[in-house]
Nanobody, 121 residues
Framework: QVQLVESGGGLAQAGGSLTLSCAAS????????MGWFRQVPGTERKFVAT???????QYATSVQGRFHISRDNAKNTAYLQMNDLKPEDTAVYYC???????????????WGQGTQVTVSS
């Protein structure tokens, strides 16, 4: 069982930046892939970015070039640097961990509680 705790959400203006953190505990297998997803109420959870334990990453087209995912394996923490934020980035952002390098929510076995990101125009 992996516990994930997100932090760093909040309010930003369009064009601004925020950095989300995801601290993992109870990790028995460090070779977990870490992902970020987001969800607007009433809609399905959507892929944002994912990173393997050894570095390769992928992004949703909507955030490519604006968001950057990284991780510090020594600290069991993943990060999502969000730049040039847009109002359409407003959502609850979830951190996830799992054995597969995937952009599909069902491939992740553990989830954080979510953190709200609101971008004003």
């Amino acid at each position: 069982q992996v516990q994930l705790v997100e932090s760093g959400g909040g309010l930003a203006q369009a064009g601004g930046s925020l950095t989300l953190s995801c601290a993992a505990s109870g990790v028995n297998e460090r070779r977990l892939n870490m992902g970020w997803f987001r969800q607007v109420p009433g809609t399905e959870r959507k892929f944002v970015a994912t990173i393997t334990w050894y570095g390769p990453s992928q992004y949703a087209t909507s955030v490519q070039g604006r968001f950057h995912i990284s991780r510090d394996n020594a600290k069991n923490t993943a990060y999502l640097q969000m730049n040039d934020l847009k109002p359409e980035d407003t959502a609850v952002y979830y951190c996830a961990a799992g054995p597969l390098y995937s952009n599909t929510p069902r491939d992740y076995t553990d989830w954080g509680q979510g953190t709200q990101v609101t971008v004003s125009s």
